[in-house]
């Protein structure tokens, strides 16, 4: 919608009257971009509009975030107050304060629980959603429903008051919805229609998830991602997940452990105390025996496994 509003300005006024007049930047100033403009790029809204570059999309949408992340156009730089990092991620900038200065920025603290963020917006939120205060409530007009969204109202408003719905239905099977991104959402996931492809530049892995994408770039051709060093040792990872476990097995830190009320036996494993006391003290165990040879055992997991290896069978 932008992109077409800055479209029809332009061909009568031309670019830069038109950025003033949207932006109230002088022209003077506006003139001086580093970034040079095509001449009539207007015309072809789904073109990257900065001279020299090439890329397309098939959406224009994504041209506004284009120009952000590869031009600069439309960001709004945060830079640290304690160093020269900067960053366009107002939570990037929290987060570096916090891990290489040791300062938490500004905490909002509920009154009312022990929640607390350092975003005003979250803050507020959170006193709207949970504790109903400033809660601006959204009613039907024709029952006493009311809700804190406006989505929910008008959900709830096309389910139960309209007498002629709008269904939305879908072009390969029966599923139909009264609600549009339901029908997206669909598409997407069952017809595997309209779902962005992420594909890997370094070899034939691709997927519709761009958590996915990443975690392969990271975990396969170790690409991206912060490393987590191990405060004790040499180890470091890209995972936290698998910091958090290095630390537990090798040097036994946030290890839980597991002991029986029977005896002194202890196990980091909940499984590994729940088999231990069936074998050792449950005198009520039903014993399974192996058809197969004298083999017995309290466990059943324990018997398939027995089989699967000395006897290559399998239980059903």
Avoid at 12 to 21: C, P, R, Y
Avoid at 145 to 153: H, Q, V, Y
Avoid at 297 to 302: A, E, H, Y
Wanted: proline share 3%.
């Amino acid at each position: 919608m932008m992109l077409a509003h800055i479209a029809s300005y332009s061909a009568n006024l031309g670019f830069e009257i038109t950025l003033h007049k949207l932006t109230k930047v002088p022209v003077k100033t506006i003139s001086q971009l580093k970034n040079e403009f095509k001449s009539n790029f207007w015309k072809n809204p789904n073109q990257c509009p900065i001279q020299n570059c090439k890329i397309t999309y098939k959406y224009n949408s994504y041209i506004t975030l284009h120009l952000g992340s590869a031009h600069d156009l439309g960001i709004q730089w945060r830079q640290c107050p304690h160093c020269e990092f900067k960053t366009k991620s107002s939570s990037h900038l929290i987060r570096h304060i916090k891990d290489m200065h040791d300062i938490n920025e500004k905490q909002f603290q509920c009154p009312n629980c022990s929640y607390e963020t350092n975003r005003k917006e979250h803050y507020i939120t959170h006193l709207a959603n949970t504790h109903l205060i400033d809660t601006k409530w959204h009613y039907c007009p024709s029952c006493d429903f009311k809700t804190k969204t406006k989505r929910d109202l008008n959900l709830h408003f096309n389910n139960h008051h309209n007498s002629n719905p709008t269904y939305y239905i879908c072009s390969y099977c029966k599923f139909q919805t009264k609600m549009k991104p339901n029908l997206t959402r669909h598409l997407k996931t069952v017809h595997d229609l309209e779902g962005k492809i992420y594909q890997c530049p370094h070899c034939e892995y691709k997927t519709k998830a761009k958590s996915h994408h990443t975690r392969h770039l990271r975990n396969v051709h170790d690409l991206g991602g912060k490393l987590h060093q191990c405060p004790h040792c040499k180890y470091q990872t890209k995972v936290k997940s698998n910091l958090s476990r290095h630390l537990r097995t090798v040097h036994e830190i946030g290890v839980i452990l597991y002991y029986c009320d029977s005896c002194n036996f202890q196990t980091k494993h909940k499984e590994s105390l729940k088999s231990h006391f069936i074998n050792k003290h449950d005198r009520n165990a039903i014993l399974h025996e192996c058809p197969h040879c004298k083999y017995e055992t309290k466990i059943k997991g324990n018997l398939t496994r027995h089989i699967k290896r000395k006897h290559e069978a399998s239980i059903i």
